[in-house]
């Protein structure tokens, strides 16, 4: 499945952007879906996550309460809502599918294995 993200852009902090990963294989149900960040100077983080159905929801601590994860299977789509943003939250943004189950995204690595899939990055800028 190929992958990509798009979204991004330059915010004051505070803001708000809406993020999308969209998906080519009409299977794209069959996949757990993560979002990754990875700031300048600094290792690829994982930030959230949403199983197939939609129904399971992972969050890192830094962003509870501030982003929400979506998906809309119909549409190959899934969404990372990002609100309140700060400028911590600057970084290149992107999504992988995973046939593994979402219990498995937190830990996926690039360019990972032949049931993982990466998409490019969309780059998120959050000025103070």
């Known amino acids: 499945v190929q992958l990509q993200a798009s979204g991004g852009g330059l915010v004051q902090a505070g803001g708000s952007l809406r993020l999308s990963c969209a998906a080519s294989r009409s299977t794209f149900s069959y996949y757990a879906i993560g979002w990754f960040r990875q700031a300048p100077g600094k290792e690829r983080e994982f930030v959230a996550a949403?199983?197939?159905?939609?129904?399971?929801?992972y969050l890192i601590d830094s962003v509870k309460g501030r982003f929400t994860i979506s998906r809309e299977n119909a549409k190959n789509a899934v969404y990372l809502q990002m609100n309140s943003l700060k400028a911590e939250d600057t970084a290149v943004y992107s999504c992988?599918?995973?046939?593994?189950?979402?219990?498995?995204?937190?830990?996926?690595?690039?360019?990972?294995?032949?049931?993982?899939?990466w998409g490019q990055g969309t780059q998120v800028t959050v000025s103070s």
């Open positions: 992988a599918a995973t046939l593994r189950g979402v219990q498995n995204v937190a830990s996926m690595t690039f360019p990972g294995g032949p049931n993982d899939y």
């Open positions: 949403i199983s197939r159905s939609g129904s399971v929801h």
